[in-house]
């Protein structure tokens, strides 16, 4: 029997949501021996509310982005993600109680160099991308529904990362980019 405070039915199921991956794009062959993949991210209470972190996400677009040639020297890529979220102010009163109003905001920001070193690990081509994007929930969204907005928080960041940084590897590697 229902009453009127409980629900009639189940718990709503919890959603599940793919791993964000790059492979629907070609790789980037690099004339690089190995690529060194250099974590500096700080993890945060934040990026555990997030379904695929930024971090994760960055670790999957090297993966799936870039490829060494197996000649020549070592590639090098330098990567900082940070996941914030943080509670805005909402109107009280009357006007208040009957608006639903922004009640979080949550912030990605990604930041990457890859470097294409020589053999005293000196750099010889280098190019840094930075992105971030923001989203804000309201005060009625339900749990799962602000871990949608967190999960399209990262795939919106990690695709303008993607973007700007294929463009600045085309644009600036020259010779060291064996696929056109």
């Not at 060194?36 to 971090?55: F, H, L, Q, W």
């Not at 009280?92 to 890859?114: M, N």
């Amino acid at each position: 029997c229902c009453s009127l405070l409980a629900s009639c039915g189940p718990p709503p199921e919890l959603p599940t949501y793919p791993d964000i991956r790059f492979t629907s794009e070609a790789p980037m062959e690099l004339a690089a021996s190995q690529i060194d993949i250099v974590n500096e991210s700080r993890p945060t209470a934040a990026d555990s509310g997030y379904p695929v972190t930024p971090a994760h996400a960055m670790e999957n677009w090297v993966h799936d982005r870039l490829q060494a040639s197996g000649r020549g020297n070592p590639a090098r890529f330098v990567f900082k993600t940070s996941a914030t979220q943080k509670n805005l102010p909402v109107k009280g009163g009357i006007s208040g109680a009957f608006t639903d109003q922004a009640s979080q905001e949550y912030d990605v920001t990604v930041d990457a160099t890859l470097e294409l070193l020589d053999s005293h690990g000196m750099t010889i081509r280098s190019v840094h991308v930075a992105a971030s994007r923001s989203r804000t929930v309201l005060q009625s969204a339900t749990p799962n529904d602000r871990d949608k907005a967190r999960y399209e928080l990262v795939k919106a960041v990690m695709s303008a990362f993607d973007q700007q940084m294929e463009k600045q590897i085309r644009n600036n590697f020259g010779l060291y980019l064996l696929s056109r």
